[in-house]
């Protein structure tokens, strides 16, 4: 067993640890108040090979490990997790499913924009009625005597959904098949028939633009379908699994952002005459912060290294993702609480991190579903 990184994942880890820095963390403060999409910024990321980390080359990505991908995502998170977001959309649901799962035109055409960061990417499963129950979808997919399908239906809380130029789309093509009859289609927005609704307001990552999508008779193509007709569920589960490493990663950084806050605070912040980091009330709280945001970044690690080896990773991601998301809503809740008046102020990113750290327990499943993924695995019963 081997605990170090290699020189190549520490040299993208220093890469995106640039770009936190002198980039992102300038401009968080200001994304977040506004809600705007912080487009500029993500096209430095795309430039800097963080939009399609594992991307090959040859597709127009950097061309590197789930490890490199983990701690990148981690300093971007820890500078702002609205950016990490939408980088690990375009990374993992669009990247992960087309180079998995699509054709070699599908590769060049949609995986080399995305990577790249010319094109924003996004991942449509959910439905108003349908979110953790993701098979129960009514968007349908009617296939026509041309060998073309017609396309109806609504998607809620699509991530970058308002600016996505591509998305992978999940949607009904057999009733009667259940879980079996859902294929995946790549719909460029561009084409009649694509609609975008309300943009959601949300409490934290408001950067990252949320949104409903409809489709009122859009019309796909043959070569449109991802993988095969009715594979479309599979598709979209082994896709969360690489997700979730992704998750993972952004709640281990905005906890690591919260945790380094906290303990130059406790070293800093005086009271009854001495640093308030020697009181063992404080002290219990940083070992049981650093111990959460550890056993975080080894469970996240261990997935990451078994999705590189080409091994089962599915239930470890689900752990990863619990285990991170939890830590993250912890980790952020104490700081807060550390810093008092001043973690409830916006004059510090304390209330960001705690904001922002929520949605890290409901996106790409929920604490529940992870928790049922694993106990399912780990009995083998339904
Ligand atoms: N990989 C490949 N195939 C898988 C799989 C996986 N990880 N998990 C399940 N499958 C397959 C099963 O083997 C089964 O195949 P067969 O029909 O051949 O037997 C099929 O899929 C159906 O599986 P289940 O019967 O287990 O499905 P289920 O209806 O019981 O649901 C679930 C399982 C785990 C609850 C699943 O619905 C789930 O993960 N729900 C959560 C959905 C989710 O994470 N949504 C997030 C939305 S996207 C998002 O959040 C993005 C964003 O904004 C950033």
């Given at each position: 067993m081997d605990f170090s990184f290699t020189e190549e994942q520490l040299m993208l880890q220093d890469v995106a640890r640039r770009i936190a820095r002198d980039v992102i963390e300038p401009s968080a403060e200001h994304f977040d108040r506004t809600g705007e999409f912080p487009l500029d910024n993500i096209r430095v990321l795309g430039e800097n090979g963080?939009?399609?980390?594992?991307?090959?080359t040859e597709y127009g990505g950097a061309g590197m490990d789930p490890i490199s991908y983990v701690l990148a995502m981690i300093e971007i998170a820890a500078a702002d997790a609205a950016h990490s977001t939408i980088m690990s959309v375009n990374n993992s649901l669009f990247c992960t499913g087309i180079l998995k799962n699509g054709n070699e035109e599908q590769k060049q055409k949609y995986v080399r924009a995305i990577a790249e960061g010319r094109e924003i990417g996004a991942f449509a499963l959910t439905e108003p009625q349908s979110g953790s129950d993701a098979s129960n979808m009514r968007c349908r997919a009617v296939r026509q005597a041309d060998g073309t399908y017609v396309i109806n239906g609504k998607k809620s809380w699509i991530t970058s959904g308002p600016v996505a130029r591509y998305i992978i789309l999940f949607a009904v093509t057999d009733p009667e098949k259940g879980a079996r009859g859902i294929t995946a289609f790549m719909i460029d927005t561009s084409r009649p028939g694509f609609h975008r609704g309300k943009t959601e307001p949300k409490l934290g990552i408001r950067a990252s633009a949320t949104c409903e999508i409809e489709f009122a008779d859009y019309v796909a193509q043959p070569e449109d379908v991802v993988g095969e007709e009715g594979q479309g569920f599979k598709i979209a589960m082994s896709v969360l699994d690489a997700g979730r490493i992704g998750i993972a990663s952004q709640a281990i950084g905005i906890a690591r952002a919260a945790y380094e806050r906290t303990i130059e605070y406790v070293k800093e912040r005086k009271a009854f005459g001495q640093a308030i980091g020697s009181f063992q009330m404080t002290q219990a709280k940083i070992a049981d912060m650093k111990c959460k945001l550890d056993s975080a970044m080894l469970l996240t690690l261990r997935a990451a290294w078994l999705k590189s080896q080409g091994k089962p990773f599915s239930a470890e991601a689900s752990m990863a993702k619990l285990v991170a998301s939890e830590a993250a809503m912890w980790i952020t809740h104490q700081a807060v609480q550390i810093h008092g008046g001043m973690g409830y102020s916006?004059?510090?990113?304390l209330e960001r991190y705690f904001r922002d750290a929520k949605i890290t327990e409901i996106y790409e499943g929920t604490s529940e579903i992870q928790r049922l993924v694993i106990a399912r695995h780990e009995t083998g019963l339904r």
């Amino acid at each position: 067993m081997d605990f170090s990184f290699t020189e190549e994942q520490l040299m993208l880890q220093d890469v995106a640890r640039r770009i936190a820095r002198d980039v992102i963390e300038p401009s968080a403060e200001h994304f977040d108040r506004t809600g705007e999409f912080p487009l500029d910024n993500i096209r430095v990321l795309g430039e800097n090979g963080l939009m399609g980390i594992e991307v090959p080359t040859e597709y127009g990505g950097a061309g590197m490990d789930p490890i490199s991908y983990v701690l990148a995502m981690i300093e971007i998170a820890a500078a702002d997790a609205a950016h990490s977001t939408i980088m690990s959309v375009n990374n993992s649901l669009f990247c992960t499913g087309i180079l998995k799962n699509g054709n070699e035109e599908q590769k060049q055409k949609y995986v080399r924009a995305i990577a790249e960061g010319r094109e924003i990417g996004a991942f449509a499963l959910t439905e108003p009625q349908s979110g953790s129950d993701a098979s129960n979808m009514r968007c349908r997919a009617v296939r026509q005597a041309d060998g073309t399908y017609v396309i109806n239906g609504k998607k809620s809380w699509i991530t970058s959904g308002p600016v996505a130029r591509y998305i992978i789309l999940f949607a009904v093509t057999d009733p009667e098949k259940g879980a079996r009859g859902i294929t995946a289609f790549m719909i460029d927005t561009s084409r009649p028939g694509f609609h975008r609704g309300k943009t959601e307001p949300k409490l934290g990552i408001r950067a990252s633009a949320t949104c409903e999508i409809e489709f009122a008779d859009y019309v796909a193509q043959p070569e449109d379908v991802v993988g095969e007709e009715g594979q479309g569920f599979k598709i979209a589960m082994s896709v969360l699994d690489a997700g979730r490493i992704g998750i993972a990663s952004q709640a281990i950084g905005i906890a690591r952002a919260a945790y380094e806050r906290t303990i130059e605070y406790v070293k800093e912040r005086k009271a009854f005459g001495q640093a308030i980091g020697s009181f063992q009330m404080t002290q219990a709280k940083i070992a049981d912060m650093k111990c959460k945001l550890d056993s975080a970044m080894l469970l996240t690690l261990r997935a990451a290294w078994l999705k590189s080896q080409g091994k089962p990773f599915s239930a470890e991601a689900s752990m990863a993702k619990l285990v991170a998301s939890e830590a993250a809503m912890w980790i952020t809740h104490q700081a807060v609480q550390i810093h008092g008046g001043m973690g409830y102020s916006k004059e510090m990113p304390l209330e960001r991190y705690f904001r922002d750290a929520k949605i890290t327990e409901i996106y790409e499943g929920t604490s529940e579903i992870q928790r049922l993924v694993i106990a399912r695995h780990e009995t083998g019963l339904r």
